[in-house]
T-cell receptor, first 114, second 114 residues
Framework: EAQVTQNPRYLITVTGKKLTVTCSQNMNHEYMSWYRQDPGLGLRQIYYSMNVEVTDKGDVPEGYKVSRKEKRNFPLILESPSPNQTSLYFC?????????????FGPGTRLTVT | SQKIEQNSEALNIQEGKTATLTCNYTNYSPAYLQWYRQDPGRGPVFLLLIRENEKEKRKERLKVTFDTTLKQSLFHITASQPADSATYLCAFLNYGGSQGNLIFGKGTKLSVKP
């Protein structure tokens, strides 16, 4: 089954404790992206990757890191999480560039930072 | 910077009626515009993509229009059903961004009453 998977689905952590949210897709997609979704602010892009070893900032990249060492994986790293990073996070992928192709979204990761 | 606005946070209609949702944007006109459906706690699901040279696109009970003069896209659901209740998002490429920098509207929550 074609899908985007994220792990963990739920995470409660404390301020400053490094964490990684994994994202994997099995569709051989070139493009992958991370979003956060907050009430009243909608879905905002954090980082995206057009291909392996190619990443770029979205609209809200501060406090996040990403890497794209393999085509299928695109982990999101929070080196020192803070409470304002409490949010619902989505990973997405598409065959080509983000604007031209339908995005396939993962199920989401609900992160709480205390 | 580019702004994207969806006409209202919530729209309530009666089953069988046509729901019309609006996506307005400022500044430049995107070449492509996408519409997604999102159910509570789940990732968005792609519905339709429309290009600037397409005035209208249809898929079953869904219809999207794109008016570059008005800087607006309309999303219609005909013969609406309670199962159509969800939040609907529009998205396109951010002005000045690379092909991967997508921005989303905050969404319109549609409720279809039986």
């Amino acid at each position: 089954e074609a899908q985007v998977t994220q792990n963990p689905r739920y995470l409660i952590t404390v301020t400053g404790k490094k964490l990684t949210v994994t994202c994997s897709q099995n569709m051989n997609h070139e493009y992958m992206s991370w979003y956060r979704q907050d009430p009243g602010l909608g879905l905002r892009q954090i980082y995206y990757s057009m291909n392996v070893e190619v990443t770029d900032k979205g609209d809200v990249p501060e406090g996040y890191k990403v890497s794209r060492k393999e085509k299928r994986n695109f982990p999101l790293i929070l080196e020192s999480p803070s409470p304002n990073q409490t949010s619902l996070y989505f990973c997405a992928s598409s065959l080509g560039t983000g604007a031209l192709d339908e995005q396939y979204f993962g199920p989401g990761t609900r992160l709480t930072v205390t | 910077s580019q702004k994207i606005e969806q006409n209202s946070e919530a729209l309530n209609i009666q089953e069988g009626k046509t729901a019309t949702l609006t996506c307005n944007y400022t500044n430049y006109s995107p070449a492509y515009l996408q519409w997604y459906r999102q159910d509570p706690g789940r990732g968005p699901v792609f519905l339709l993509l429309i290009r600037e040279n397409e005035k209208e696109k249809r898929k079953e009970r869904l219809k999207v229009t794109f008016d570059t003069t008005l800087k607006q896209s309309l999303f219609h659901i005909t013969a609406s059903q309670p199962a159509d209740s969800a939040t609907y998002l529009c998205a396109f490429l951010n002005y000045g961004g690379s092909q991967g920098n997508l921005i989303f509207g905050k969404g319109t929550k549609l409720s279809v009453k039986p």
